[in-house]
């Protein structure tokens, strides 16, 4: 007895990428005018990567009812059918027919089943139709592991490359694609955007001799005329202490003396409560200056006296203090590194605030929300791709003494690229006229630098307050 696979015509088409979607309504359209010619039993349209740059590939398996049904096909209706699609759409796709016919295999020849050592489902080929795994059951090799892990960034036709090339140089493609359904190629959005952001931290602001001090070399001692100069201002400092101090003393026995030499009356006990005021003030005053002698010239808290007093409950004077010794002890750079640990976290606060004003400028392109703020997380991943290279090639151009103008020049393409990406990227996505797009481009650009202003001014009180 033997087994029988089937008959099926087979066609390839090869379709220009901007009629692709006219081409797959009218190809819908089409396979059933197909099957309305009673010579196939069924037909089944597949999406295949096509060999050719600027390509779409379709594959559609027509199943027969039999071969002689085929056969009156070819002889009667294939010409017409042909024609229709050459007529509607000219020379902008390309066909490829063939026929695949069954292979008799004896019963019992087919290798024995096997099931997926992940999940349990049986395996119908090389992976796992339910999980994806690979259908492997010995361990691999150091090289595959190898393979496995960095396949994706040296494989030229790998997710990682599908996604950034696109990403870079086409704007708005990405957030398209995304939206019709097209998605399996890509880096899903938020882990791209997750992981283009950690790379731009660690590329612009990570310092390995500052993380991995103990591989380097000791900085040198300042110079001598530098240590000079310190003790200096230090014995000036101490001097103006000592010189307070001693004047504070003095009219703290002058205040004493009063009260002492007064009479015990009704008038002279008012003039001793105001002398002990006074020298409560004046004590006062010297604890105030010494504290405030103690910090750097930076630290002036002078005017803290005149702020409203819900500031002062909020933010003690002596908390202050610590604040401004804790910054301008290390140059700031304390406070640089919490903003930095916080901005990534009020960036991701940010992107759906953008998000809002999106959708706020397009309120009848009858999208959800949820896909203006796709858009917003494609733009900051542009973003930070594009900030991490101009970064890496200012460092590389500094190592190779390049010319500060080839730098200056670079840094002018980003300026420039990143507002005509953000334009050509809305005109992509939201399809509207030049003059509507650019109005909504100057809004969307004035509203995106007032809300990172504000945002940075949060993260950098927040920080500075959590010192």
Not at 37 to 49: K, P, Y
Not at 319 to 327: A, G, P, S, Y
Request: glycine share 6%.
């Amino acid at each position: 007895m033997k087994e029988r696979a089937g008959l099926i015509y087979e066609v390839t088409l090869d379709v220009d990428s901007e009629i692709i979607a006219e081409f797959d309504l009218w190809l819908a359209s089409h396979v059933g005018d197909m099957l309305d010619l009673n010579a196939f039993r069924d037909a089944q349209v597949l999406e295949s990567e096509s060999g050719e740059p600027g390509k779409l590939r379709r594959v559609v398996h027509y199943f027969p009812i039999s071969e002689d049904a085929l056969q009156n096909y070819f002889a009667t209706d294939a010409s017409a059918m042909r024609q229709a699609g050459v007529d509607r759409f000219n020379h902008k796709f390309s066909a490829q027919r063939r026929i695949l016919k069954d292979t008799e295999l004896p019963t019992g020849a087919s290798p024995p089943r096997q099931n997926c050592l992940n999940c349990g489902v049986t395996l119908t080929g090389q992976y796992c139709g339910n999980c994806g795994q690979r259908a492997r059951s010995r361990l691999i090799s150091i090289w595959q592991l190898s393979r496995e892990a960095f396949g994706d960034i040296f494989e030229i036709d790998s997710r990682v490359w599908q996604t950034l090339i696109p990403l870079l140089l086409k704007p708005g493609e990405l957030t398209s694609c995304y939206l019709q359904g097209k998605r399996a190629r890509y880096m899903p959005p938020f882990r791209m955007y997750i992981v283009l952001s950690v790379v731009f931290f660690l590329v612009a602001f990570f310092d390995p001799s500052e993380k991995f001090g103990s591989f380097y070399p000791p900085a040198a001692n300042p110079p001598v005329a530098d240590q000079t100069d310190q003790a200096k201002q230090k014995a000036a400092i101490d001097a103006a202490i000592a010189e307070l101090r001693e004047e504070g003393l003095k009219n703290s026995d002058k205040m004493s003396a009063i009260i002492a030499d007064s009479p015990d009356d009704l008038q002279n006990t008012e003039s001793k409560s105001s002398a002990k005021s006074n020298v409560r003030r004046i004590q006062n005053e010297l604890g105030k200056i010494e504290s405030d002698t103690q910090l750097k010239s930076d630290c002036d808290v002078s005017e803290y006296d005149e702020a409203p007093d819900w500031v002062k409950t909020a933010l003690p004077r002596n908390r202050l203090i610590q604040i401004c010794e804790r910054i301008t002890g290390d140059d700031g750079k304390s406070l640089l590194a919490g903003l930095l640990d916080n901005v990534p976290a009020f960036l991701i606060v940010f992107l759906p605030i953008l998000a809002l004003v999106m959708k706020a400028l397009y309120p009848l392109s009858k999208r959800y929300y949820v896909e203006h703020l796709l858009f917003v997380v494609h733009l900051h991943a542009f973003f930070f791709l594009l900030l991490t290279l101009q970064i890496i090639f200012s460092r590389v151009a500094t190592s190779l003494a390049f010319p500060d103008l080839v730098s200056g020049l670079a840094t002018a393409g980003v300026s420039i690229y990143i507002p005509i990406y953000l334009y050509k990227g809305m005109r992509k996505v939201y399809g509207q006229s030049r003059v509507i797009t650019i109005g909504k481009f100057m809004i969307l650009s004035t509203s995106y630098v007032t809300g990172f202003v504000v945002m940075l001014t949060i993260a950098l009180l927040f920080t500075a307050i959590s010192l």
